[in-house]
């Protein structure tokens, strides 16, 4: 069964940083593709990052410059360091398997909020 945990966000400042944790069990992490999504009040959820098993790694627009993703094989986490916070970037984030540019492979988790305040 597969397990997708977020953890580490909260109230921050415009401005701020903030590192988010996803923790995955269930699945052969080190062969996976790990993508950091998003779903703001009112709107669809959107991938904004993503880093492919060998670690390269690709981002939304909206986040280029500011968020960097990074995973460790060894525990199973991928991460996301995210820099110069924006009101705009208030959301729940997720992480999961992305397939594709939208798409993805299993059920999501509870998600970490992520509250930017201006």
């Known amino acids: 069964q597969v397990q997708l945990v977020e953890s580490g966000g909260g109230l921050v400042q415009a401005g701020g940083s903030l590192r988010l944790s996803c923790a995955a069990s269930?699945?052969?992490?080190?062969?996976?593709?790990m993508g950091w999504y998003r779903q703001a009040p009112g709107k669809q959820r959107e991938l904004v990052a993503r880093?492919?098993?060998?670690?390269?790694?690709n981002y939304a627009d909206s986040v280029k410059g500011r968020f960097t993703i990074s995973r460790d094989n060894a525990k199973n986490t991928v991460y996301l360091q995210m820099n110069s916070l924006k009101p705009e970037d208030t959301a729940v984030y997720y992480c999961?398997?992305?397939?594709?540019?939208?798409?993805?492979?299993?059920?999501w988790g509870q998600g970490t909020q992520v509250t930017v305040s201006s």
């Open positions: 880093i492919t098993s060998e670690g390269s790694t």
């Open positions: 269930g699945i052969i992490f080190s062969f996976n593709a």
């Open positions: 999961n398997v992305p397939v594709g540019s939208s798409l993805y492979r299993h059920n």
